[in-house]
Antibody, heavy 121, light 110 residues
């Protein structure tokens, strides 16, 4: 069965950095685009970033562009999110999510359980 | 990119039908048939309920249906059940930043 397991969350000071990981299993990871989606406490979902199955294309929300970097290691079935210059408004549960189809429109059929990132001094 | 517009809350009694709207622009909802809907129970990860405007993934009840007219997409839940009480989010491909979500709608089953 498909499993996505995020890790790497924690408490970080404003201006600091953190790297999230998402370990994937149960499907051919190297064939699917992957996303990061976040949810601030008590708020709605916000799409953060996307990476194509082969890493050739990456897209970012304006709110994180220039500060966050999405990457993947298909040999390790792992997705990453490098977060730099963190701000209080980046505080959220971060989910990794899998695209429904190979090279298709952005629909997310599997989600991880989420990892909490708290930016606070 | 502004979030898609959804009502903050809707409610209905068991057995009734409700509809949640999701309004965007010609750059997202109106311009592409790439709208999806997600259900989220408290403390849980979202679940895909509808994709490509009106398609249901395997395992999703046929009480859930989707449609679109112009810049507005809609999710209809018929035969409301207590377990349907949750937050619902629409999402669309957008030409400006790839993906945009709606602000979310809290469904209360009375």
């Amino acid at each position: 069965q498909v499993q996505l397991v995020e890790s790497g969350g924690g408490v970080v000071q404003p201006g600091g950095s953190l790297r999230l990981s998402c370990a994937a299993s149960g499907f051919t990871f190297s064939s699917y685009g992957m996303h990061w989606v976040r949810q601030a406490p008590g708020k709605g979902l916000e799409w953060v970033a996307f990476i194509r199955y082969d890493g050739s294309n990456k897209y970012y929300a304006d709110s994180v562009k220039g500060r966050f970097t999405i990457s993947r290691d298909n040999s390790k079935n792992t997705l990453y999110l490098q977060m730099n210059s963190l701000r209080a408004e980046d505080t959220a549960v971060y989910y990794c999510a899998k695209d429904v189809a190979v090279a298709g429109p952005p629909y997310f059929d599997y989600w991880g359980q989420g990892t909490l990132v708290t930016v606070s001094s | 990119q502004s979030a898609l517009t959804q009502p903050a809350s809707v409610s209905g009694s068991p057995g009734q039908s409700i509809t949640i709207s999701c309004t965007g622009t010609s750059s997202d909802v109106g311009g592409y048939n790439y709208v999806s809907w997600y259900q989220q129970h408290p403390g849980k990860a979202p679940k895909l309920m509808i994709y490509e405007v009106s398609n249901r993934p395997s395992g999703v009840s046929n009480r859930f249906s989707g449609s679109k007219s112009g810049n507005t997409a809609s999710l209809t839940i018929s035969g409301l059940q207590a377990e349907d009480e949750a937050d619902y989010y629409c999402s669309s491909y957008t030409s400006s930043s790839y993906v945009v979500f709606g602000g979310g709608t809290k469904l209360t089953v009375l």
